[in-house]
């Protein structure tokens, strides 16, 4: 089992930057994947970013390159993502969620272990 804990998130305005957090317990972090996904109201969940714990390789999704960063504390086991220059477009309630192993996915189904989610609210 995994338990994730997320903090961050809140109403911020266009242009604006926050960070999100979450924690991992339960199982060794680096036997881990971690994503980041994001869903909107009426729309299917998304990957936002993604980090394969053991070798730090990283994913993002096509409307966020440039402007999110994710990154892992080993030490804390603790990801984050960085989100900067947000748009009312990237209103969402965000979700970490891990996998057991290494497998390069991201697809929403292939991780079985989610937080409880953070709303993320742009204003234009």
């Known amino acids: 089992q995994v338990q994730l804990v997320e903090s961050g998130g809140g109403l911020v305005q266009a242009g604006d930057s926050v960070r999100l957090s979450c924690v991992a317990s339960g199982r060794p972090s680096s036997t881990l994947t971690m994503g980041w996904f994001r869903q909107a109201p009426g729309k299917e969940r998304e990957i936002v970013a993604g980090?394969?714990?053991?070798?730090?390789?990283?994913y993002y999704g096509d409307s966020v390159k440039g402007r999110f960063t994710i990154s892992r504390d080993n030490a804390k086991n603790t990801v984050y993502l960085q989100m900067n220059s947000l748009k009312p477009e990237d209103s969402a309630v965000y979700y970490c969620a891990a996998r057991p192993g290494v497998k390069t996915t991201y697809a929403p189904s292939e991780y079985p272990y989610w937080g409880q989610g953070t709303q993320v609210t742009v204003s234009s």
């Open positions: 980090i394969r714990w053991i070798d730090g390789s990283i």
